[in-house]
């Protein structure tokens, strides 16, 4: 389990920014702090209300220079149509293949709809060294994160 203090876990997944190519977390340190917005799918009710909150949210993470992402186990092709139908001003991480939401422990199951695997709903930042400094998860999918201490978390992540 990914815990405060924590190193963030490397990965290279597809990014959905408009067109398709690929995101390494290592690669993109510079960016830092960084803001994972787990996500369990595109398309959903309190999904969509969740990123769209991040995008009328956006100067404050950019008065920090905080880069925010989603994540979701949608395919990029999905992720880029969510994107544009909500007029999403940041890139979206695919994790088809699950992988993200096992290093980051935020796997969850609906089993009475035989679906596994999603995220939850969760929120880490990462900043310029790696460092996990702030973690939200929620078991409840119908939760949203607190913004405000997010965007806090990235300003004292930027230091």
């Not at 398309?43 to 009328?56: A, I, K, N, V």
């Not at 001003?89 to 695997?117: C, I, K, Q, W």
């Amino acid at each position: 389990m990914v815990d405060l203090g924590d190193d963030a876990p490397d990965f290279t997944v597809p990014v959905a920014n408009g067109d398709v190519g690929t995101f390494s977390l290592s690669e993109h340190l510079d960016d830092a702090p960084l803001v994972l917005a787990f996500f369990p799918a595109a398309f959903t009710s309190t999904c969509t209300t969740e990123m769209r909150t991040f995008r009328d949210r956006m100067a404050q993470f950019e008065d920090v220079d905080a880069t925010v992402y989603g994540v979701s186990i949608d395919t990029p092709f999905t992720l880029n149509e969510f994107r544009r139908q909500n007029d999403l001003n940041f890139p979206l991480l695919s994790d088809t293949n699950r992988e993200l939401v096992h290093e980051y422990d935020v796997a969850m199951d609906f089993s009475d709809a035989g679906v596994r695997n999603v995220a939850k709903r969760a929120v880490f930042v990462v900043d310029a060294d790696g460092e996990v400094t702030y973690k939200w998860v929620s078991d409840d999918p119908g939760a949203e994160p607190d913004y405000e201490a997010v965007a806090a978390a990235a300003e004292s992540a930027r230091a």
